[in-house]
DNA sequence: TATTATATCTCGGGT
DNA sequence: ACCCGAGGTATAATA
């Protein structure tokens, strides 16, 4: 249902049925935003879309870029108001506590609809789903890899990966589906420093990834650890090959 | 400007005015989407929002939540066409390479308009405001302490701040306006190893912060770094004596 | 261009 | 409720 006011009170009551009914709505209208909470800001006039979405999630985006200027979580409640010529949105959250108000002055554009949406959403490889790969073909770290363990506990964190190498020393391996970084580099640092503690003994710390910056590679040498380059495309050929024609969309990713 | 379309060719003769035109475009349809990059995903046919914004940005939205289910940067370029009883929107990036296909069905719903919006934007109380007021009032953090440099670069990072305590020893200071967790306390940790290779002495390393988890404060212990809790509130008031009604936002804040 | 650090990050999973 | 880590994170600043 589309909707276009220049009377304040009509498109009040408009709003307000929308949003009570848990509508999607889509406003287009000249606003200021005024936000305070974790942070603060506050926005002047211009024209912006402001979604309102079913759970209560509200998010204000200005005519370009990725990121809403405004927003509020779903845990938020919203009230309408009017006075003064505009139409106030108020959306508050509780922990955190954030305000966010909004001041729409006319024309008021709405488009109010119930979305039915149910669909399943796949998302293909994931930290964990490479994690996984990895499992179960230890070979192309290096040969005579044990993994025994996935997400094993080391001293509260969990660390993706845990085995022995042909040697049978302990190893602890980071798996990064992007390239890594020095954060990377102290993810897997904190595992090994807490595995010695708790352990006493030090064990290798291999970080995987498709890359590695220039920093990471400076940082893991000095702290002594130790980095392995793995191809995605392969190992997700690895994994199609197991399914066998299970999931044809994984077999078209890995021949882009 | 806005049109409701069973018939899929008036549909994509709108469409792909608004887009080539660079309006703000909002679809309310049912469809479905794929996308593959440096991810990959499958969404099956359900109604969405999706926003084209001026710049090329494209966000598709579910009826809840704060993200988006699927979405392409403003650096992507998008081509709509027709086929098989469904609009084809392909939305491309290059660097990195992705590849994001939404196909709609009847009824499609558009909302077409050219927004202005050349308001500022303020934002308060980010970091580099906090830091710079720490940096004007060191006494918060504690007596004695000279704070010389801010954003020093040691071993190609910057340290938020660095100086000296009464006793002269250096001080290295990261500070937060969050929470801080264990990743704030490896950051830390890596300008102090940093700061101790280059010059051969071991700084102390305070991180600065409103809270800290329960992590972060054992890997402060194991680590041999220190915690410094700041009052936001008292350092914004700070702030506003200093400017002294230059400022009334940031005033209205600290009374919150 | 690559790297680093921030974000009102959000979100999910675990304890 | 807190904590941790991933994200197709995006975005800005910096070298």
């Known amino acids: 249902m589309y909707r276009e006011f220049v009377d304040i009170n009509e498109a009040l009551k408009f709003l307000k049925e929308s949003i009570d009914l848990k509508r999607v ?3 287009i209208a000249p606003c200021t935003v005024e936000y305070y909470g974790r942070g603060s ?19 204000i985006h200005r005519p370009t ?16 108001k009017s006075g003064r010529g505009v139409i106030e949105i108020t959306a508050v959250r509780n922990d955190p506590r954030e305000v966010l108000v909004a001041k729409l002055s006319p024309p ?3 488009l109010s609809c119930k979305l ?17 790969i990895i499992l179960e073909h230890p070979e192309v770290l290096e040969d005579g890899l044990r993994i025994v363990e996935k997400e094993k506990v080391v001293g509260g964190l969990s660390v993706d990966l845990f085995g022995y190498d042909k040697n049978g020393n302990p190893v602890l391996i980071e798996v990064k589906r992007v390239r890594a970084d020095r954060e990377a580099v ?11 503690k708790s352990s006493g003994v030090k064990p290798r710390g291999i970080l995987v990834a498709p890359e590695r910056s220039r920093g990471a590679l400076e940082l ?37």
């Open 65 to 80: 870029g990725y990121q809403p200027v405004n927003w509020q979580p779903a845990t938020s409640s919203i009230e309408v």
């Open 41 to 59: 800001s506050s926005l002047s006039l211009g024209e912006r879309v402001i979604l309102i979405k079913q759970d209560g999630a509200l998010l």
């Open 25 to 27: 709505t889509v406003i």
């Open 220 to 256: 893991l040498k000095e702290l002594g650890l130790e980095f392995k380059k793995v191809d995605l495309r392969k190992l997700w050929r690895l994994k199609a090959e197991e399914v066998e024609g299970g999931s044809r969309s994984i077999l078209e990713f890995s021949r882009k």
């Open 108 to 110: 008021i554009k709405v």
């Open 116 to 132: 039915i949406d149910s669909a399943g959403f796949t998302k293909y490889l994931d930290e964990s789903e490479v994690r996984d």
């Open 186 to 196: 102290l993810q897997l640092f904190k595992y090994v420093e807490e595995y010695k």
